[in-house]
Nanobody, 112 residues
Framework: QVQLVESGGGLVQAGGSLRLSCVIS????????IRWFRQALGRERELVAH????????YYPDFLNGRFTVSRDVALNTVYLQMNSLQLEDTALYYC?????RGQGTQVTVSS
């Protein structure tokens, strides 16, 4: 059984930064991919970052324009999501997923 626990969310002003963490416990294969998603109220979930555990390969959707960076610490079994230049529309519940497992999420609220 794999468990994922996110932290680091909160209230931040527009233009600010936050770093989210996703601690992974349990056995998983090094070939696994960990994805960060977000879901705002009344909207579909969307992928914001993808990292491959084995080699750190990353992917981001174009709409983020390079504002988010995903990384991993293999020794700590943790994946991070650094979010810069936050905008009002970044407000959402952010969660990490290692299919089929996902965490409970951490709320990010961006204020003007």
């Amino acid at each position: 059984q794999v468990q994922l626990v996110e932290s680091g969310g909160g209230l931040v002003q527009a233009g600010g930064s936050l770093r989210l963490s996703c601690v992974i416990s349990g056995h998983f294969f090094s070939t696994a991919s960990i994805r960060w998603f977000r879901q705002a109220l009344g909207r579909e979930r969307e992928l914001v970052a993808h990292i491959r555990w084995s080699d750190g390969w990353t992917y981001y959707p174009d709409f983020l324009n390079g504002r988010f960076t995903v990384s991993r610490d293999v020794a700590l079994n943790t994946v991070y999501l650094q979010m810069n230049s936050l905008q009002l529309e970044d407000t959402a519940l952010y969660y990490c997923e290692l299919t089929p497992y996902r965490g409970q999420g951490t709320q990010v609220t961006v204020s003007s």
